[in-house]
C-alpha cells in the first residue's frame, strides 16, 4: 500500500510538472506574440485560412485564402500563435501558396540562443535540422535551443521566433552532429494564421538610421569624454 500511495504522489507531480511546462509554454509564446506586435507595429498584417494542404506533401506546402487582390506577395512571412511557419511561394488573384519551413526546399539563416548564425533546414517529414554542427566550436553542446530568424542574407526580418527546443537524444548527436528539431506545433491544427507584409527595404532603412544614430551617440560620448579630461 506504501507503494501505492508513493506512486500516486508521483503521478500527481508528474501531471503538475506537465501543466507548468504547457504554462511556461503559453506565457512564452505570448511574450514572443507581444513582442512581435510591438517591434513591428507599423507593419500590416492579413488574417487567412488554410484551405488545401498538398496531400502526401502534406510537410512541404498548403494552400490559403488570400492573394494578390489582398496585396499578398511573394516572400512574405506566415505566422501561427506567433511563430515562423514559413513563407509565400506562388501566388493567384485570390489563394496562395505557402512554403513550410518543414520543406525540403526550406533554408532559413537563424540564431541559436541569441547568438550564433546557422542555417535551419527542412526535412519534408515535419521537422528541421542543424547540420554539421560543431556547439560554436567547443566540446560542449547545450541542450536548449532557442530559435530565431537572423536577418541575415534573408527575406525575413531578424528576430521572427521559430521556436525553444530541447535536444533530447545527446547520444544521436554525437554520431551525426545534427541538431534536429520537431515544430512546436502540429500542422492539423493550423486553420488560421497571418501574414506580415514587411517592406524588406524599410527594416534596412531603419537598421541604417538606428546605427547612424548609434555612431552619432558614440562620438558625442568621445567629445564629452576629450573635453572633460583637461
Known amino acids: 500500500k506504501e507503494n501505492e500511495e508513493l506512486q500516486s504522489k508521483l503521478d500527481d507531480m508528474t501531471i503538475d510538472n506537465t501543466r507548468l511546462r504547457q504554462e511556461q509554454y503559453e506565457l512564452e509564446r ?120 537572423s536577418g541575415i542574407s534573408d527575406l525575413f526580418p531578424k528576430g521572427i521566433a521559430i521556436g525553444s527546443f530541447y535536444l533530447k537524444d545527446m547520444n544521436s548527436y554525437k554520431k551525426t552532429k545534427e541538431l534536429i528539431f520537431k515544430p512546436p506545433y502540429k500542422l492539423n491544427d493550423i486553420k488560421q494564421l497571418m501574414v506580415y507584409k514587411f517592406d524588406n527595404n524599410k527594416l534596412l532603412k531603419d537598421d541604417i538610421l538606428q546605427n547612424q544614430e548609434i555612431q552619432q551617440q558614440i562620438e558625442k560620448n568621445k567629445q564629452y569624454i576629450k573635453d572633460n579630461s583637461n
Request: charged letters at 20%; aromatic letters at 10%.
Open 30 to 149: 505570448l511574450q514572443e506574440l507581444y513582442k512581435l506586435d510591438q517591434n513591428y507595429a507599423d507593419y500590416k498584417k492579413v488574417g487567412a485560412h488554410v484551405i488545401a494542404s498538398s496531400g502526401s506533401n502534406w510537410f512541404s506546402t498548403f494552400t490559403i485564402d488570400k492573394g494578390s487582390n489582398d496585396n499578398i506577395i511573394k516572400g512574405l512571412p506566415v505566422l501561427y500563435n506567433g511563430i515562423l511557419i514559413g513563407k509565400i511561394g506562388e501566388v493567384n488573384q485570390n489563394f496562395s501558396e505557402v512554403i513550410l519551413v518543414t520543406s525540403k526546399n526550406s533554408r532559413i539563416s537563424v540564431t541559436l540562443n541569441g547568438g550564433e548564425t546557422q542555417i535551419l533546414r527542412g526535412n519534408g517529414n515535419g521537422t528541421y535540422s542543424i547540420f554539421n554542427y560543431n556547439g560554436n566550436g567547443t566540446e560542449v553542446v547545450q541542450r536548449f535551443y532557442k530559435v530565431e530568424t
